[in-house]
C-alpha cells in the first residue's frame, strides 16, 4: 500500500483549510504514493476562507494560492457540488477509498439559552456572516437594519467582524468582495450604534490584536468604552504579565476609552462583564435585550469564572447576533459526540462506542478538536492527523481492487447523475467573478447561486 504498483486512496470529506492541509501533508511524504480526492457540498472549494473570512480581509483569502497548488497536484481531483450523505454515501467512501479524512468544520452555532431568543431579529453570527459573504444556504435571508442598535453577543473575532461590518461605510465595503445583496442592504442600513457584549472582562477577551486595531481606523465610526471596564481585579492584572495578546488588548482598549467620542455619525460600543439573560419582544419581533452585570470569581483550579451579580439593564434593540461558540453537525453514517459537538477521536483516529476505533477513518480541523484558533492553526493539526494515517498505512487491509482504478469513483457520480465540479471547473467560475470584480475595481463578484454557478461553468466547459 501506498507504492505506485498500489497507490494509497484517500477521500477528504470537505474543501477548507483543514483539509487542504492535509492534502499538503500527504503529499510531502515523497514516499508514498497517494491519490486523493475532495468531495465538498458547494461547487466552490475553500471553506470557511470564501465564506467565512470578512470581506475586509483580503491580505487573510489569499492563502487560497497555498490551497490551489495543492488542488493542482497531477494525484489531487476535486469534486465539488457533491454532497457527503446524499449524493455519496458513507458506504460508498469506504468501499472506494483506504483512507477517508473528514474536514467538514463546525457548522452550527451554540445559544445562549435564554427566553425570547427565537424571535424575529435573533440570529446566530454565522447566519450573518454567510449572508454578507454571499453563501448559497443564506443569500436570501433578510435582515431587518431599519433601526439604530444592534447587539452583538461574544468576544472573539467573529462577533468583532460583524461589528466592524455593520459599522463600516459602505462606500469602503464596495471595494472588497462582499455579496453584492448585503453590499445593498447596508447602503440603506439605519443602524447606527453596535454594542458588543463580553462575558468576561477584558483580559480575558478572546479577540486578535489585530482585530481589535482595526476598529480605531473604522472611517465615521468612534469606539466607546467606559474606563470602569477596564479596571481590572489582581488576577487579571497579573496575567496580563504572562500574556502578550492581552497585554496589547487591555492597551488598545485603554487607548480607546481615553479617546471618547468624536461625534462621528457611527459608533460601536464595547461593554464587559455582562451577559444577556432575556431577549423582549415586540410582537414576534426583537425589541430589547436585558443584561446582567457579572463578577469574576476564582475557581479552585485558579481560573476565572463570570457570575451574575444580580443588577439588570435592559437595552432596546433591533436585532441581536450571538456569537458564543460552534460545534459540529453529524454526518451521516459518521461517529459524532453530541456533547462536544465532534467527531470523536484519539490523535485524529475516528472511534465509535467509547474506544472502538474505525480503521481507516480520520478527522481534522474543528471537526476534530472544536471551534478553537485560526485558520493558520489547522496546519500543524492537520499534520497531526495525516502522521497517524502514514503510521496506519502498514497495517490497512485496503480497498478491493475493482474499486481501486481512479475512475471508478467517477463512473459511480455518473451513474447517480451527480453534477460535480472539477477544479477547472472552479477556475471557470472563479475567472468569471474576478473579471466582474475588475470591471468595478473589486477583487472579485461572488456569485451566490448555485444554479448560476453551474449555469456559467456548464456554457464555458467547451
Known amino acids: 500500500m501506498g507504492t505506485s504498483a498500489r497507490p494509497l486512496r484517500v477521500a477528504i470529506i470537505g474543501s477548507g483549510p483543514a483539509g487542504f492541509y492535509a492534502a499538503e501533508a500527504l503529499l510531502k511524504h515523497k514516499d508514498l504514493v497517494c491519490q486523493i480526492d475532495f468531495f465538498n457540498r458547494l461547487p466552490t472549494p475553500y471553506g470557511l476562507v470564501r465564506e467565512g473570512v470578512a470581506p475586509d480581509h483580503q491580505n487573510i483569502k489569499a492563502i487560497t494560492r497555498v490551497y490551489d497548488k495543492v488542488a493542482e497536484a497531477p494525484n489531487v481531483r476535486y469534486f465539488g457540488n457533491v454532497t457527503f450523505g446524499r449524493d455519496i454515501l458513507h458506504e460508498d467512501v469506504t468501499q472506494y477509498y483506504d483512507q477517508i479524512v473528514y474536514a467538514v468544520g463546525a457548522q452550527s452555532d451554540r445559544k445562549m439559552g435564554i427566553t425570547g431568543e427565537d424571535l424575529d431579529g435573533s440570529f446566530p453570527a454565522t447566519i450573518f456572516v454567510g449572508w454578507y459573504n454571499g453563501h448559497p444556504d443564506y443569500r436570501d435571508l433578510t435582515f431587518n437594519l431599519n433601526h439604530e442598535r444592534v447587539l452583538v453577543v461574544g468576544n472573539g473575532n467573529v462577533a468583532m467582524d460583524v461589528a466592524r461590518i455593520l459599522a463600516a461605510d459602505p462606500d469602503d465595503l464596495a471595494k472588497t468582495d462582499i455579496a453584492d445583496h448585503a453590499l445593498a442592504a447596508l447602503r440603506q442600513s ?44 489582581p488576577v487579571s492584572e497579573a496575567s496580563l504579565n504572562d500574556d502578550k495578546t492581552a497585554r496589547k ?154 474499486y481501486r482504478d481512479p475512475q471508478a469513483i467517477i463512473n459511480l457520480l455518473r451513474a447517480r447523475e451527480i453534477n460535480y465540479v472539477t477544479f477547472e471547473d472552479w477556475k471557470i467560475l472563479d475567472a468569471y467573478e474576478m473579471a466582474a470584480g475588475a470591471a468595478q475595481g473589486r477583487p472579485r463578484v461572488k456569485v451566490t447561486r448555485v444554479a448560476e454557478m453551474m449555469e456559467i461553468i456548464r456554457a464555458q466547459r467547451g
Open 190 to 233: 439605519k443602524v447606527r450604534e453596535v454594542v458588543l457584549l463580553g462575558r468576561r472582562g477584558p483580559a480575558q477577551a478572546a479577540f486578535t490584536n489585530p482585530e481589535l486595531k482595526e476598529f480605531g481606523s473604522l472611517n465615521g465610526v468612534d469606539i466607546l468604552i467606559d474606563p470602569a471596564d477596564l479596571v481590572l481585579d
Open 249 to 402: 488588548n487591555v492597551e488598545t482598549l485603554r487607548s480607546y476609552a481615553e479617546r471618547g467620542s468624536t461625534g462621528a455619525s457611527r459608533r460601536i460600543v464595547m461593554r464587559f462583564l455582562v451577559s444577556p439573560v432575556g431577549v423582549i419582544g415586540s410582537g414576534s419581533r426583537v425589541a430589547a435585550v436585558t443584561i446582567e452585570r457579572n463578577k469574576l470569581i476564582q475557581a479552585p483550579d485558579g481560573s476565572l469564572r463570570a457570575v451574575g451579580t444580580g443588577n439588570y439593564e435592559t437595552h432596546q434593540c433591533g436585532m441581536i447576533l450571538r456569537s458564543v461558540g460552534y460545534r459540529g453537525s453529524p454526518l451521516p453514517g459518521v461517529p459524532f459526540s453530541d456533547a462536544s459537538g465532534t467527531i470523536p477521536n484519539v490523535a485524529g483516529r475516528v472511534f465509535q462506542n467509547r474506544d472502538e476505533v474505525l480503521p481507516g477513518e480520520y478527522v481534522v480541523g474543528w471537526a476534530k478538536r472544536g471551534p478553537s484558533g485560526i485558520i493558520g492553526t489547522n496546519k500543524p493539526d492537520s499534520v497531526s492527523t495525516v502522521a497517524a494515517m502514514i503510521e496506519d498505512v502498514p497495517d490497512l487491509e485496503g480497498i478491493r481492487d475493482e
